[in-house]
């Protein structure tokens, strides 16, 4: 991971952080005010982010320099207006963490499924973060273990059938 | 636990989708309160519905919103906050004439009066477009009052008020304190003009139907 993207996530975190403690000792009353605050100044920046991309328009050779950039890109992401969609994120995603896993498809509650790969850099904890920062809008992740072992057995009774 | 041979040996088997931190996304949802603010139990932090009860603190003259829980906790007066109670009552049998107002001195002809156990003695307030305005109170003229109406000595220090109506008809409540600052608030929020306007008379009279129906005649 660069260090361009762990900063807007890093940021996400320490607001999360600042918020619980503003809770904390001000009472509930000044969080929402604080939430509200910062929901004025992320959707301020996020217009400002639409207007740029649709600026940027169909232009894929502008669009690929701008997903380039890790921050770029996370924060596209943060506003639904990254130019790849869903499906396509996963994959490179998927891609990009080794381990052979699969992209299954977002089911209708928005759960993407990943079948775990057998080689080696997939552990589970990698491949969730690597789907949820390529694809935030999805509900959740569900790996689904590859296919039980001992095929030969499965193998056997379908040529039972 | 099943059994995955892909190097990393036994994984749990995700049955349950995993939710992962979405960082600032949550900000950036076009409206993340379209609720209306949410209140608290100013207590214990507990979220309260849109009727609660409220508690008076008679040192700092103002009032916190309470849980239920807090609210029974804090009936007794001891301590720094004492529960507004929520009983209205009347007492047809001993009105207010117009003279014994007139002695009161008071300018204006919606007013509420109440105990400040702080300064030992009855405060007369009325709403006003600027809140709720203090004026002068001659306290002889109301102990004479007093002795005259079972229902001004009914009055419970900080919590409760009594309620003087005289137009368009002449009333007299004994109301929780809530109710005249929620009252005092609604009009100065609705004050046009000189004398409020139609809005505020339409407020003022909703209240007073409310009023009437929840009032239970003093017990002698």
Redesign the interface.
């Known amino acids: 991971m660069t260090e361009g993207h762990d900063d807007?996530?890093v940021?996400?975190?320490r607001?999360?952080e600042l918020l619980a403690e503003l809770r904390a000792r001000s009472?509930?009353?000044a969080g929402?005010v604080a939430?509200?605050l910062?929901?004025c100044l992320?959707?301020l920046y996020?217009a400002g982010l639409a207007a740029v991309m649709r600026i940027v328009g169909e232009d894929t050779r502008l669009q690929a320099l701008l997903i380039a950039d890790p921050l770029v890109e996370s924060l596209l992401?943060?506003?639904?207006l990254h130019p790849l969609d869903t499906d396509t994120r996963i994959r490179r995603a998927l891609a990009r963490a080794g381990?052979g896993a699969e992209f299954l498809g977002v089911d209708d509650a928005g759960?993407a499924q990943v079948r775990?790969?057998?080689?080696?850099g997939?552990?589970?904890a990698a491949i969730?973060?690597a789907?949820?920062d390529a694809a935030?809008?999805t509900?959740?992740?569900?790996?689904?273990?590859?296919d039980?072992?001992l095929l030969q057995i499965s193998r056997r009774q379908a040529g039972a059938v | 636990m099943t059994f995955i041979p892909n190097g990393a040996g036994l994984l749990p088997e995700h049955t349950n989708p995993r939710q992962v931190p979405r960082g600032l996304r949550r900000f950036a949802a076009p409206a993340p309160r379209a609720a209306p603010a949410q209140e608290h139990c100013e207590l214990c932090g507990e979220t309260l519905g849109a009727t609660h009860p409220h508690m008076v603190d008679p040192r700092n003259r103002s009032i916190a919103c309470a849980c239920t829980a807090c609210a029974l906790l804090f009936t007794r007066p001891a301590g720094r906050y004492r529960t507004v109670p929520d009983r209205v009552c009347d007492d047809p049998r001993a009105p207010l004439t117009d003279a014994e107002w007139a002695e009161l001195a008071i300018p204006v002809a919606v007013a509420f009066f109440f105990v400040n156990s702080v300064l030992g003695r009855v405060v007369a307030c009325y709403p006003s477009p600027a809140g709720v305005t203090e004026c002068e109170l001659d306290l002889e003229a109301w102990d004479r009052l007093a002795q005259a109406h079972p229902l001004l000595r009914a009055l419970l220090p900080d919590v409760e008020a009594i309620l003087v109506v005289r137009e368009p008809t002449a009333e007299t409540f004994l109301i929780p304190i809530d109710a005249c600052y929620s009252l005092a608030g609604a009009l100065r929020l609705n004050w046009h003009g000189f004398d409020g306007g139609a809005e505020v008379r339409a407020i003022m009279s909703e209240f007073l139907a409310d009023l009437r129906q929840r009032a239970r005649t003093l017990e002698s």
């Open positions: 807007a996530r940021a996400g975190e607001v999360e009472g509930p009353q929402d939430e509200e910062v929901s992320v959707r996020g992401l943060v506003h639904d381990g759960i775990l790969g057998s080689g080696c997939s552990s589970t969730e973060q789907v949820a935030p809008e509900a959740g992740i569900r790996l689904v273990p590859r039980p072992p």
